[in-house]
């Protein structure tokens, strides 16, 4: 993604000399991996219907920033890298679940149908820290880098569960 462009003044030495003459357009850059699988079984067992399933899912996010520089770097020491890796995201998801049905025959016009069910769910988040370049100071610049403060793993557990009847007298 194309951001905002940058004056030549936004990136000077100590004597106020611009590193980009002509000012600068950085550029994010996100390289994304992205899946998921399900695998599951179904059945009849005694005239009760289950089916069980599994499903993983992840998401791998790397953030960086080219052609771009860090302004408070170049002041303090001179240089500044051009890219930057300004950090990763990772979401996870684990879900299981199984759902049974059993049909009773009462002598209605319809069987009474029973259903229940259940669910497990794991999800997980990561935030892992840029390289130190992109968040010193003033950052780099359009996308300040995440620092190690930022930085995190943060992991929930969720469960469901259901019942359901059906019938017609």
Do not use: C
């Not at 600068?24 to 289950?50: C, H, Q, Y």
């Amino acid at each position: 993604a194309d951001e905002n462009y940058r004056l030549p003044s936004v990136v000077v030495n100590g004597a106020g000399a611009p590193l980009f003459p002509a000012g600068f357009s950085p550029m994010e850059n996100i390289r994304e991996t992205d899946f998921a699988v399900t695998l599951g079984a179904k059945g009849v067992v005694k005239e009760t219907t289950w089916n069980l399933a599994s499903t993983y899912g992840r998401n791998y996010d790397r953030i960086y920033v080219l052609g771009s520089a860090n302004s408070s770097l170049y002041l303090d020491t001179g240089a500044t890298p051009f890219n930057f890796h300004d950090g990763d995201f990772t979401a996870t998801e684990l879900t299981n679940n199984l759902d049974l049905s059993h049909s009773f025959d009462l002598g209605m016009a319809e069987p009474l149908t029973l259903a229940g069910g259940a669910e497990y769910r794991i999800n997980s988040y990561e935030l892992k820290a840029g390289d130190p370049s992109s968040y010193y100071k003033t950052g780099a610049q359009s996308f300040f880098g995440y620092a190690p403060s930022n930085a995190g793993y943060h992991q929930r557990s969720n469960y469901a569960f259901y019942a359901d009847a059906a019938m017609t007298p």
